[in-house]
Nanobody
Framework: QVQLVESGGGLVQAGGSLSLSCAASGRTFSMYGMGWFRRAPGKEREFVSALSGGGAFTYYADSVRGRFTISRDNAKNTVYLQMNNLKPEDTAVYYC???????????????WGQGTQVTVSS
């Protein structure tokens, strides 16, 4: 069982930055691929970014590539999402999730956080 708690959301103007964190419970954090997803109002949840258990492999949605950076600190059981040059269309609830499968298999994520709101004003 893995429990995930996100933090770091908030309100920011377009062009600004936010850093999200996701703290995980358990002693096997490095065995999990981690991902960030988001759900905008009236839209389905979508993949944002993911990385492998050791952090060597990272993946991004086209919409955020070059603006967002995912990273992890396995000693702290934490995964991060640095978001730069934010746009109003980035407004959503952001969720972190954990998987024992390939991090690019979005249906393989079985543990989810409660989400944190990110609002980007124009």
């Amino acid at each position: 069982q893995v429990q995930l708690v996100e933090s770091g959301g908030g309100l920011v103007q377009a062009g600004g930055s936010l850093s999200l964190s996701c703290a995980a419970s358990g002693r096997t954090f490095s065995m999990y691929g981690m991902g960030w997803f988001r759900r905008a109002p009236g839209k389905e949840r979508e993949f944002v970014s993911a990385l492998s258990g050791g952090g060597a492999f990272t993946y991004y949605a086209d919409s955020v590539r070059g603006r967002f950076t995912i990273s992890r600190d396995n000693a702290k059981n934490t995964v991060y999402l640095q978001m730069n040059n934010l746009k109003p269309e980035d407004t959503a609830v952001y969720y972190c999730a954990a998987t024992r499968g390939p991090p690019t298999y979005t249906t393989s994520y079985v543990y989810w956080g409660q989400g944190t709101q990110v609002t980007v004003s124009s």
